[in-house]
């Protein structure tokens, strides 16, 4: 098949290897029809993330057609799938409290020693995000080969586009749980650093549970301007000083909940973080950890702190005075993402989300290093790459 | 072997935690010294019953299904098995285990009957988690790493991360019990193989 296949600090190639097969009893086997790329895959892109090997597939956001079973899946060959990019059993303790995210069993032995090392226990297997977190062969590819398919996939109505659905393997569920963390009361002032993909379903999903006003932080006027499509007064941290803003428009108060997803493409584990790279790389350095700051110094007293953005290290000038005397409340996580999948499903088939505004670009599999290159270049215009594996790449212009 | 549970009353804390003395010589042999030996100890909370999960370690058969070093286990009669272990370079170890406590659903200890490449004791235990969760597997295994050529092997195999096998094995017996199956990244089954291998 073809597949994107990781070489290399910007060097990713559709190269040609063997088909996925069926391993295990659980394992499905899905043809893709579209896989998009993640902020998060910026990063592999950009050599962040360790634990990487030349030739590893990437890409964690997929869908397509169940071509093949093990007997112990419960899917049936022709149904179309949207795959979760965490890979949790369904069996454990933490699988039963639906923390699939932190599932003891998806990702291989060997590869739980790193993370039991940093974190001290180990989290899920995810798809295409280096071997840390399992090593998994990823979705940007024609085909996927998808472990403990009778608990992660979940089966898409015919007549629903992909372009619908797509979103609910990573990005929707990750907004959706950032907003659920901020513990959201009706007439609450919500404020949502950064305005990329999560941030917009954080958006989104605050006003469905509740929200009075949301207020979006970006310096991406295109990204504001999404924002406020779907109802939130904006601020851009560029042209304003954003805690005396926040200050005023809340009345003195602060935000009553703080989303902070600006890292949030960085949902990959920047181990980076507590080796010594991290202290050349200006980019997972104040900049990274200047979100949260701001938002837990803004949020009001008793409030509510979200934190969908990752910081995978240990960092410092962490503002915990202001944390513990304002009596704060922080939550965080990896997105459990197999237990938001049905309630989320509805709302779009209801027209309660809308997920296909985020797409600004479709291209073939084929074109993927073109599109990694687009995606990380073009941060204003391009907000979402969609692949697809069966399309046609486009002739080139005459000359 | 004592209970090898705690630590001579210094506090409640396993005795392979503790960062004093000779915690292997402490829990003593029947048939083989411990004192000087290595010490490992590792406790996985498994979301099964755990009279299922004694009943699969006790057919001694089957462990060779989730450790990944051990080529073989035969057993030869319901005390006593023999192994054979791999270690690199092509070379493997062999050693005849005897059961010394067989507590039904709650304990198996063994030691390694003299003649051994890798003289080793140790036990699993098997107890009620609390609050529903399953059972707690203790594992305690303590080793004497042998001088000489089949040492150095050994020692590639075992002494530079003692603990590792151990935590790759338990966690692959929590998946086998938990999902029936063993969690890989392989592509294929030749792969899954090859990894085994």
Redesign the interface.
């Known amino acids: 098949m073809r597949a994107l296949a990781w070489h290399g600090r910007h060097d990713v190639r559709v190269d040609t290897v063997d088909d996925p097969e069926i391993v295990n009893k659980r394992d499905a086997i899905i043809k893709v029809t579209s896989t998009a790329i993640c902020g998060s895959d910026l990063h592999l892109y950009d050599g962040y993330i360790p634990t990487m090997k030349a030739g590893d597939i990437l890409g964690h956001e997929f869908m397509g057609e169940v071509v093949e079973t093990g007997p112990g899946s419960t899917l049936q060959k022709g149904q179309r799938v949207v795959v979760p990019f965490t890979i949790a059993c369904g069996s454990c303790f933490h699988c039963g409290k639906q923390q699939y995210s932190a599932c003891d069993n998806g990702n291989p032995a060997d590869n739980q020693d790193i993370a039991e090392t940093l974190y001290g226990q180990p989290m899920s297997g995810l798809f295409g995000y280096s071997h840390m977190t399992g090593g998994y062969a990823g979705g940007q590819a024609e085909y996927v080969r998808v472990p403990y398919s009778d608990v992660g996939p979940i089966v898409i109505p015919d007549g629903v586009d992909d372009d619908k659905v797509l979103f609910l393997s990573d990005i929707l569920p990750t907004g959706w749980q950032a907003a659920e963390n901020a513990d959201i009361e009706p007439g609450d002032t919500v404020a949502v650093w950064g305005c990329g993909p999560v941030g917009l379903f954080a958006v989104q999903s605050a006003f469905l549970m509740g929200a009075a006003r949301v207020i979006a932080i970006d310096h991406f006027p295109k990204r504001l301007e999404l924002a406020r499509r779907f109802g939130a007064e904006t601020i851009n941290f560029e042209e304003t000083a954003t805690y005396d803003a926040l200050m005023q428009m809340t009345g003195g108060i602060g935000p009553d909940a703080c989303i902070d997803s600006v890292g949030l493409e960085a949902h990959g584990l920047f181990v980076d973080n507590v080796i010594d790279q991290i202290k050349k790389s200006t980019f997972l350095g104040t900049d990274r950890i200047h979100s949260i700051r701001q938002a837990i110094v803004a949020c009001r007293k008793g409030g509510r702190v979200s934190m969908p953005a990752v910081y995978g290290g240990i960092v410092d000038k962490f503002p915990l005075g202001a944390f513990m005397e304002k009596g704060l409340t922080l939550k965080t996580g990896q997105t459990h993402v197999q237990r938001y999948l049905p309630g989320l499903l509805n709302a779009i088939m209801e027209g309660k989300i809308d997920t296909t505004f985020l797409i600004s670009h479709r291209m073939p599999l084929e074109q993927a290093p073109e599109a990694y290159r687009m995606f990380h270049d073009e941060q204003n215009d391009v907000t979402k790459i969609v692949l697809k594996p069966g399309m046609a790449v486009p002739a080139p212009a005459a000359a | 072997m004592n209970d090898g549970a705690t630590n001579s009353g210094r506090d409640d804390a396993p005795l392979a935690t503790s960062k004093h003395g000779d915690p292997a010589g402490e829990t003593g042999g029947r048939i083989r010294n411990t004192a000087g030996d290595q010490i490992m100890a590792r406790a996985v909370?498994i979301?099964r019953p755990r009279a299922e999960l004694y009943a699969y370690w006790r057919d001694f058969a089957n462990l060779a299904t989730f450790m990944e070093n051990v080529e073989r286990i035969d057993v030869t009669d319901d005390r006593r098995s023999h192994w054979v272990v791999a270690a690199p370079a092509g070379k493997s170890v062999e050693w005849d285990a005897i059961v010394t406590e067989d507590r039904p659903d709650a304990l198996i200890a063994w030691e390694t009957a003299p003649g051994a490449d890798v003289p080793n004791s140790g036990r699993i235990e098997f107890a009620d988690a609390q609050g529903g969760?399953?059972t707690v597997v203790t594992a305690t295994i303590l080793y004497d790493p042998p001088a000489g050529i089949v040492g150095k092997i050994v020692a590639k195999l075992f002494q530079r991360e003692p603990a590792?096998q151990a935590?790759?094995?338990l966690?692959?017996f929590?998946?086998l019990m938990?999902?029936?199956?063993?969690?890989?990244?392989?592509?294929?089954?030749a792969?899954?193989a090859a990894k085994e291998a």
């Not at chain 2, 938990?178 to 089954?189: C, H, K, L, W």
């Open positions: 909370t979301n969760r399953g590792i935590r790759r094995d966690r692959r929590k998946q938990e999902t029936g199956e063993i969690s890989t990244n392989a592509m294929n089954p792969q899954a």
